[in-house]
């Protein structure tokens, strides 16, 4: 079995500079259309971005997704990724603490809190790590970096193409149920790139999980990934299923449906992007491979300036459909392609 440390080097090499997005699929943001508005009737420098998730008001409905931690190059990415979040007042996520879980000398590759005093801080575990833990070991992982909520990921593409992966996912389902139950704060059930179906949200909905991050087919694809990293034989699986999944779009209004705080996710990669995220009904939009290609390549002012770009666009939409602040954004009049309008109808519950 590879060291945790140098499978977290692997995945952020590989996603820096690879091509691990969908390759057919898109996430179907694409046939989101948003009605321009010619009267807006609004001063544009006065549109409220502002929207608060989990407890925390943002300056700007976007999250900076979990991706990293465990590893010297991760902790650099989380503090620079983290204090461009406090300067634009976004929300962010650092990536799966099962490292830190297993060794706590890791835990200083995940504290955030000295340059990020203030932001919306998501944790992260994996849901068969959360199943083998404790609530008070859970607990300690949300307590050691000042996190405002825990994201439990849900991954079974991945595992199954990766070759140290995990095979067996019983016990999930009550793993979470108990920590929504007993866990300090919120708990915001995540997917990874394969996005949360019909069946999966309403599985959610019943053991009383109010936070979901749909993280889409369509975006950076980890069955993608892992098939890079693997032997031949699963190569060919990940191959095989490198764009399954439920497209973004889709999955954000089946969450909606269930009236769920919704981050939509998974391949979006402009504020325009984010705005018809949110349009669909996001409350917030996260972006994950853009951020860490940014920051990667260019540091904490790549980062900036991809943040500050992102800001402009979804500016931009709101004042071209009228959309003087984020809840008006949501309501925003727009027309749906053929290819999302029967993902949505596919769905028991529309
Ligand atoms: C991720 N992602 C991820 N998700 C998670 O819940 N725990 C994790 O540890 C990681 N690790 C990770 C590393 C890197 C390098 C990337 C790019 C991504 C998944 C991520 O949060 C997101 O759900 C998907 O990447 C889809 O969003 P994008 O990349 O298409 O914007």
């Not at 390759?23 to 971005?49: C, M, Q």
């Not at 959360?130 to 008070?136: C, D, H, P, R, V």
């Not at 890079?228 to 209004?253: F, H, K």
Request: proline share 5%.
């Amino acid at each position: 079995r590879p060291d945790i440390s140098d499978r977290k080097r692997d995945h952020i090499e590989l996603c820096a500079d690879q091509d691990v997005e969908a390759r057919i699929k898109t996430n179907l943001l694409d046939a989101v259309e948003l009605f321009h508005d010619s009267l807006p009737e609004l001063d544009v420098d006065a549109i409220d971005l502002s929207a608060s998730f989990a407890g925390k008001r943002l300056k700007a409905p976007l999250l900076i997704t979990g991706m990293t931690g465990g590893a010297p190059e991760a902790e650099r990415i989380n503090k620079e990724l983290a204090m461009v979040a406090q300067e634009l007042g976004l929300a962010f996520g650092v990536g799966s603490q099962r490292a830190m879980a297993r060794n706590p000398d890791l835990t200083a590759t995940y504290q955030v809190r000295d340059v990020a005093p203030d932001i919306c801080l998501l944790g992260n575990i994996g849901a068969v790590q959360a199943a083998e833990m404790s609530t008070a070991q859970t607990e300690d992982l949300v307590g050691a970096i000042g996190a405002d909520a825990l994201c439990v990921h849900l991954n079974p593409g991945q595992e199954l193409i990766q070759p140290e992966g995990d095979r067996d996912f019983r016990g999930c389902i009550d793993a979470i149920a108990r920590l929504v139950e007993e866990l300090s704060v919120p708990v915001i059930a995540k997917e990874t790139g394969c996005g949360l179906s019909p069946r999966t949200l309403d599985r959610l909905a019943k053991i009383g999980v109010k936070h979901v991050d749909t993280s889409g087919a369509g975006g950076t694809t980890w069955i993608g990934v892992e098939a890079m990293r693997a032997p031949a034989a699963q190569q060919t699986l990940g191959e095989l299923y490198w764009d399954w999944g439920v497209p973004t779009a889709a999955s954000i209004v089946y969450a909606k449906r269930r009236e769920m705080n919704v981050i939509g996710s998974g391949g979006l990669r402009t504020g325009y992007d984010a705005a018809r995220a949110i349009a669909l009904g996001a409350d917030i939009a996260g972006m994950a491979l853009p951020w860490l290609r940014a920051c990667y390549n260019e540091g904490a002012p790549g980062a900036r300036a991809f943040g500050e770009r992102c800001l402009t666009a979804l500016r931009t939409a709101m004042a071209l459909t009228g959309s003087s602040n984020v809840d008006e954004l949501r309501q925003a009049p727009k027309m749906i392609g053929p290819r999302l309008e029967r993902w949505l109808a596919a769905d028991p519950r529309r």
